[in-house]
């Protein structure tokens, strides 16, 4: 006869793993210790959301937006056509909810796509670990002359996560990028219109940081859709993705690719002194510790 001897080293009968001396896991209390472990949490994945405007009219809005317990990162703009002449943009529609935009420059549908970020289990997407601040921040105009600029800044306790160019009309072909300095900058291209420059923000409390770095893709080649690729270095997220030139070639705009690549297009303009020249994608790089 066996006779069983009720302990009380195990705080979960249907949890092998779970006992005083446990490892500690990430939402569980491990250890019996009667509170559920945060510390342990770590970056679980990021993923690419995208919509295709279902009109080719020109003006109408693609928009999307991530899922509960995800944060956008950044947002694109895509399409063959020369039709993300406008850039995309960031909106906070309230507390909860962000998203990513573009406006149809032609007659052909755009694409948004937006990077958003979970932390946390991977097990478990519906539970967030920490508290977070995102902030959506907008430059002044620049004018209307070609090749002029406009930067803004995320606050020092903030990290940029992304940086985009977007124009009440169709003058953000010559892209944007994320400066050495951290500041995001776009440029006008000539059309007739100025362009902003739109920076995500992101501030993370508690013990974890982010450390973010900059990659260039090698320039595309001069064909009409050429492309440049740009790739984060191991264990780094591609939160944020542009296209830049200096010729106005970034009408057919840019993508994320993976969870770590952006890709950028170099549209068809045959601008006189232009056939030669090429875009170069700008990926933003993010690492949580």
């Known amino acids: 006869m066996v006779e069983l001897v009720r302990t009380t080293t195990d705080c979960n009968d249907n949890d092998p793993n779970a006992h005083p001396n446990a490892n500690p896991r990430c939402f569980v209390d491990a250890d019996c210790d009667g509170s559920e472990e945060t510390s342990h949490c770590t970056v679980s994945e990021t993923k690419i959301v995208s919509e295709t405007n279902q009109s080719s009219t020109e003006g109408s809005l693609a928009t999307i937006s991530c899922d509960e317990n995800w944060i956008m ?56 670990m920490i508290n977070y601040a995102l902030s959506i921040d907008t430059s002044s105009i620049s004018t209307t002359a070609d090749d002029n600029s406009t930067t803004i800044s995320c606050n020092s306790a903030y990290t940029m996560t992304g940086c985009s160019c977007y124009s009440e009309g169709n003058s953000c072909g010559d892209g944007a990028y994320i400066t050495s300095e951290n500041s995001c900058l776009a440029k006008a291209d000539g059309d ?55 010729y106005g070639l970034c009408d057919d705009g840019a993508k994320f690719s993976s969870n770590n690549s952006c890709v950028a297009y170099r549209d068809s303009q045959a601008n006189t002194g232009h056939s030669d020249k090429t875009v170069a994608a700008y990926a933003r790089c993010l690492k949580v510790e």
Do not use: W
């Open 73 to 128: 990162t950044g947002c694109t703009c895509y399409e063959s056509h020369q039709g993300c002449q406008r850039g995309s943009f960031m909106k906070k529609e309230s507390d909860s909810s962000i998203t990513c935009n573009a406006y149809n420059a032609t007659n052909n549908a755009v694409t948004v796509s937006a990077k958003c970020l979970h932390i946390g289990p991977s097990e478990n997407t519906s539970r967030f």
């Open 192 to 246: 007739g219109y100025g362009v902003y420059a739109i920076a995500t923000c992101l501030r993370l409390d508690g013990e974890y940081s982010l450390t973010a770095s900059n990659k260039k893709g090698a320039e595309s080649g001069s064909s009409d859709n050429a492309s440049s690729t740009a790739q984060c270095s191991e264990n780094y997220f591609a939160t944020g993705c542009s296209c830049y030139t200096a």
